[in-house]
């Protein structure tokens, strides 16, 4: 059953005098909205008119335009209500009162902006859904011809004068024959006519054209002269002529809702759409005031949302707008819908007196540089202004860049707003003084070698009379404390750029120029021929610093650069041909590049920078990692010792090898990012690879062993993460179970984890599947988890916490027990266990008695050896050792010699 074809089912009947009128009321039916019947009039009309119009409405699924991009607007409407009577005096009958249309504009301004008072009383579940429409609406002050209306937006219209029928009026008639002689310019205006209806109808309203793209619309909505609202005059305001139960003014906030996009809640078929999300789907209208809740179309707990505007609820019942019917109406505005948008630059909204409005600058301006100037209205006002030289703006406040002499004068700009007051002008002067002029530069020398210090002459070659000066540095370094004569003298370390501001004794105007010395970057030449780096004679320019950057190029004839001790320092360097380095220090500030053959035979290459560096790959005897940042290193190796002195150290996507012999030091500020490996010969001796962070105490040889680690990245995710570092093991053998393996970590790799839930984690297929392997010992500080009796040792390790363990292999393990042989202390047993907690140990003699039975301490899970206390008094002979915990329980043999 659609909104507007409702059954008019009467529910109560009353009548009012009219005074000297004496006509009753309409009587006080069920609710009823044209709006769906005056649509399929309209879209017939607009069918006949144009040849090939499809009236079909756009589906849900159909792509909507995109409109808004930023948060929504105010908008401000202007409304005439056209009230069309039958020959009664104002106040009486159809011709309703100047007071009951403002008590409507009331209404709608309350409901349109979330502040009507029975808001409140919206069920709970519905309270985040009611919306601040952000719409507001004025009567007009001014007719068509920009008459001021002596009442505002009101235009009595007597039909005997006019020549129509007598009412109640039927659809038709209105929007064929009572609109389009008595409808305003609807780009200025919404129509609202107010007067006697047919057919018990409260009202109905023309859809808007679909600019928008919304679903649920027709292309197009109406014709202009029929765009607008019609309002049963009884149904009309809150105070004067009113038939209860409609009498809250609901009517034209229900049918501006549809003006403005909006369907009703229903959609006009039995749990239809509306359109908007928010609104939960109901089986059809509610009438009168429902009790919450009502539950129709399966939209339980909640049910239908009977206080919408766009229900057919009683008007004390109508409470809100939801979110989504707000984005709707909005989205209208947004697209400049054809009599929507317009609305808001219509001069019906001017009051007659002019607002508040004031134009400034920033004052006196030097020619050549950029001013703003300003201008104060109310919210929502626009800008128009102009000026000398054609100058035009609609900004409020806009810049006027590299100003000239002839753009001084006056600056006048119009404000205007959409909101009732008329357009204001206000004017600024503005004075634009000349600038000295440019000023000309020089340097001794263009460019310099960092190295040697030598200072540099900057100067001006125009100097005006009255100058003054003041230089800084744009780039670089070197100037001196005092900068403020037409000459200084800058020692800089590298290339530098330099302003000076001239300005006159007398005048705040300046003008300003730069100049820029370029640090000459040393070439290796070889020319002295002794290979000494630190031989000035063996450089094209000078011989480089930590400020400059240096390039050995290839093919020489000339020896290549040896270090043999002290320290030679450089930013970047580019190394091309061969380096040779037995002693002392390459220290780089820089990135290290090119593919020339390094020879270290002693010294240490180390990076010394403040902040990034990139080092080139290949193999390096010595390597520290110094400075600050985080440096970056391609695939390479170290010799003799990669030692981390204060930077930290990337591999990025390649991997960092450790010779057999080599070392690694790191500390918690300072250390290896990334993948780095290194391979060993393993026996049965501790190997602690290098300082890798894995000690390895093998049970028996386990051959060339490999281990690759990765830090700066935790296994698992969320939290089930392992520490941020972990370990790939590559022996040649397997390992025997009484091997024990250790795992170190840096502190800020903990992930979160706590240090005494660390437990050793082992992986077969690469971390796509993890089981807990426990943990014998914990060392906090020395930042080492332990577990002995390892076996099966290739794979993935990490440490975790078993209480936020990683993914668990596929394959879980019971209890598994196994002696170890009598001592003179006793007996004590291997358990692994995938639960953690307490044992319980039983010896039986083979005749079944009891011989030992005790509670064993809590085991971690894992793999663990308990010794049984007090087992040494034992005799000789065969017992049957039962291990259980919880449900689980394995029986052994043991025999005592």
């Known amino acids: 059953m659609t909104k507007c074809a409702a059954l008019l089912i009467w529910v109560g009947f009353w009548m009012r005098s009219f005074g000297a009128a004496g006509q009753a009321l309409p009587p006080a039916g069920p ?19 144009l040849p090939g119009y499809r009236a079909d409405k756009l589906a849900a699924s159909a792509p909507r335009a995109a409109l808004r991009t930023t948060a929504a607007t105010t908008y401000t409407l202007p409304v005439v209500v056209h009230i069309v009577y039958d020959g009664e005096a104002v106040g009486t009958g159809l011709n309703i009162s100047q007071a009951q249309v403002q008590s409507q504009l009331d209404v709608l301004n309350e409901d349109y902006r979330n502040r009507n008072a029975n808001g409140a009383a919206v069920a709970a579940p519905f309270q985040p859904l009611r919306a601040d429409a952000q719409f507001q609406f004025v009567l007009a002050q001014r007719d068509p011809a920009g008459r001021t209306l002596a009442e505002p937006g009101i235009d009595r219209i007597d039909r005997t004068a006019q020549g129509f029928t007598a009412p109640p009026y039927a659809q038709s008639y209105i929007d064929a024959t009572i609109k389009p002689a008595t409808d305003w310019n609807p780009d200025q205006y919404i129509n609202i006519w107010v007067t006697n209806l047919s057919n018990s109808i409260l009202g109905y309203a023309q859809f808007p054209d679909n600019t928008a793209g919304l679903a649920g619309l027709s292309p197009l909505g109406g014709g202009a002269t029929t765009d607008g609202v019609v309002i049963l005059y009884s149904a009309f305001g809150r105070v004067g002529t009113l ?9 034209l906030t229900h049918e501006l809702g549809h003006f403005l996009g909006l369907r009703h809640t229903w959609g006009d078929t039995n749990c239809g759409d509306d359109y908007c999300a928010d609104t939960p789907t109901q089986q059809g209208p509610n009438y009168g005031c429902p009790t919450f809740p009502h539950v129709t179309c399966s939209n339980g707990p909640n049910g239908d949302l009977f206080q919408d505007f766009l229900d057919y609820s009683n008007d004390a019942c109508m409470a809100l707008f939801s979110q989504d019917q707000k984005g709707r109406m909005q989205d209208v505005m947004a697209a400049g819908t054809p009599r929507r948008a317009i609305l808001l630059t219509s001069p019906a909204l001017c009051s007659g007196s002019p607002l508040a409005a004031s134009a400034t600058n920033g004052g006196p301006v030097c020619a050549g540089s950029s001013t703003t100037l300003g201008a104060t209205g109310p919210a929502g006002a626009s800008y128009d202004w102009v000026g000398p030289n054609n100058f035009t703006s609609t900004l409020q406040n806009p810049v006027l860049p590299a100003i000239t ?70 780039s670089g370094d070197g100037l001196p404390a005092v900068a403020t004569t037409a000459s200084i003298v800058v020692t800089p370390t590298q290339s530098s750029t330099y302003l000076l501001t001239l300005g006159l004794v007398g005048s705040a105007c300046t003008s300003s120029a730069t100049v820029s010395v370029q640090a000459v970057a040393p070439v290796w030449s070889g020319a002295a021929g002794t290979g000494s780096w630190f031989d000035a004679a063996n450089w094209n320019g000078c011989v480089p ?48 590049a090119g593919a020339g053959p390094l020879t270290q035979t002693g010294g240490t290459v180390a990076t010394r920078g403040p902040g990034a560096q990139s080092l080139r790959p290949g193999a390096y005897q010595t390597l520290l990692i110094a400075g ?76 060339i062993t490999t281990v690759r680690r990765t830090t700066g990245q935790a296994v698992g995710i969320g939290t089930t993460g392992s520490i941020s570092r972990y370990f790939d093991l590559t022996p040649a053998l397997t390992s025997a179970a009484g091997t024990t393996l250790a795992l ?33 010992r914990r060392d906090a500080s020395a930042h080492l988890v332990s577990r002995d009796y390892v076996a099966g040792l290739a794979g993935r390790w990490t440490l975790a916490s078993p209480n936020a363990a990683l993914p668990p292999a596929a394959i879980t393990y019971a209890i598994n027990a196994f002696p170890v042989p009598f001592t003179a202390d006793g007996l004590s047993i291997q358990v692994t266990t995938a639960t953690a907690g307490p044992l319980d140990v039983k010896l039986y003699d083979v005749l079944g008695r009891i011989i030992y039975d005790q509670p064993v301490a809590s085991v971690e899970v894992g793999t663990s050896v308990v010794a049984l206390a007090g087992s040494g008094q034992l005799l000789a002979a065969k017992y049957i050792l039962v291990v259980r915990q919880g449900t689980q329980e394995v029986r052994l043999n043991v025999v005592k010699q």
């Open 31 to 49: 609710r009823t909205c044209g709006t769906q019947q005056a649509d399929a009039w309209q879209q017939a009309q607009l069918q006949q008119r």
């Open 243 to 251: 038939t209860t139960p409609y009498d809250q003014g609901r009517t």
């Open 405 to 474: 002499t002839d753009q001084a004068g006056i600056y006048t700009v119009r404000v205007s707003v959409t909101t009732g007051q008329c357009a204001s002008a206000a004017s600024t002067k503005l004075v634009v003084n000349p600038a000295p002029p440019t000023p000309v530069l020089a340097a001794s020398s263009t460019t310099f070698c960092p190295s040697a210090g030598v200072g540099l002459t900057l100067r001006i070659t125009n100097p005006p009379a009255g100058g003054l000066y003041t230089w800084t540095v744009v």
């Open 545 to 592: 610093s930590r400020y400059t950057d240096a390039l050995i190029p290839a093919g020489l004839s000339t020896p290549y650069p040896l270090i043999s001790s002290g320290t030679a320092e450089v930013r970047m360097l580019t190394q091309q041909g061969s380096l040779t380095l037995s002693g002392g220090e390459l220290a780089l500030y820089g990135d290290y």
């Open 628 to 703: 600050a940042g985080t440096k970056a290193i391609g695939t390479a190796t170290i010799g003799t010792a990669l030692t981390m002195g204060g930077a930290i150290l990337t591999t990025d996507i390649h991997v960092l090898t450790l010779a057999p012999t080599a070392t690694l030091t790191e500390t918690d500020a300072s250390y290896v990012l990334g993948q780095v490996q290194t391979t060993r010969a393993v026996g049965t001796a501790t190997e602690t690879f290098g300082g890798l962070g894995v000690r390895l105490t093998a049970a028996s040889a386990l051959g």
């Open 744 to 776: 170190a970590y840096l502190p800020h790799e903990l992930n979160g984890l706590p240090e005494a839930q660390l437990t050793l984690f082992y992986s077969r297929d690469a971390g796509a599947t993890w089981s807990n392997e426990g943990a014998s």
